[in-house]
T-cell receptor, first 112, second 118 residues
Framework: EAQVTQNPRYLITVTGKKLTVTCSQNMNHEYMSWYRQDPGLGLRQIYYSMNVEVTDKGDVPEGYKVSRKEKRNFPLILESPSPNQTSLYFC???????????FGQGTRLTVV | AQTVTQSQPEMSVQEAETVTLSCTYD???????LFWYKQPPSRQMILVIR??????QNATENRFSVNFQKAAKSFSLKISDSQLGDTAMYFC???????????????FGQGTILTVHP
């Protein structure tokens, strides 16, 4: 089954404790991205990657890191989480033909 | 840079009736795609309909259709014969095609919460 898998689905952490949200896709898509969803703001792009070892900043990259060492994986890293990073996070992938984006199930992150 | 605006934070409709959700966008790109995504309470993001900017004919998917006005940069979604299962948040989204200056970027609007009443 074609899918994007994010883990964990829910996470509560404390300020400053490094965390990683994993994302994996099995569709051989070149393009992967991370979004955060906040009420009234829609989904805002954090980082995206056009292919292995190619990443670029989106609209709200501050406080986040990503890596793309393999085509299927695109982890999101918060080196020192802060309460303003409390949000719902989505990973997405699509191919270079600009077809629909496939989304993961979302990760609800709370930083206290 | 492109922007997508959904000016209706919330909408409601009676079951079996028709509702239209609005979306406007701003871009300097000539070639792009527009999408409507549905997000039910489960949080899953589901593609509802897609429109390619170079196609003049409006896209249709069963009860869902769009009114695409390229000159006005408007992309509204019409839901006919509304069903209780249509209750969800709806997002309008924009993506330039390959070769555009912002290729790779999928930009979303703020979302519209649609409630279908029995």
């Amino acid at each position: 089954e074609a899918q994007v898998t994010q883990n964990p689905r829910y996470l509560i952490t404390v300020t400053g404790k490094k965390l990683t949200v994993t994302c994996s896709q099995n569709m051989n898509h070149e393009y992967m991205s991370w979004y955060r969803q906040d009420p009234g703001l829609g989904l805002r792009q954090i980082y995206y990657s056009m292919n292995v070892e190619v990443t670029d900043k989106g609209d709200v990259p501050e406080g986040y890191k990503v890596s793309r060492k393999e085509k299927r994986n695109f982890p999101l890293i918060l080196e020192s989480p802060s309460p303003n990073q409390t949000s719902l996070y989505f990973c997405a992938s699509r191919n270079t033909g600009n077809t629909e984006a496939f989304f993961g199930q979302g990760t609800r992150l709370t930083v206290v | 840079a492109q922007t997508v605006t959904q000016s209706q934070p919330e909408m409601s409709v009676q079951e079996a009736e028709t509702v239209t959700l609005s979306c406007t966008y701003d871009t300097s790109e000539n070639n792009y795609y527009l999408f409507w995504y549905k997000q039910p309470p489960s949080r899953q993001m589901i593609l509802v309909i897609r429109q390619e900017a170079y196609k003049q004919q409006n896209a249709t998917e069963n009860r869902f259709s769009v009114n695409f006005q390229k000159a006005a940069k408007s992309f509204s979604l019409k839901i006919s014969d509304s069903q209780l299962g249509d209750t969800a948040m709806y997002f309008c989204a924009f993506a330039p095609t390959a070769g555009g200056t912002s290729y790779g970027k999928l930009t979303f609007g703020q979302g519209t919460i649609l409630t279908v009443h029995p």
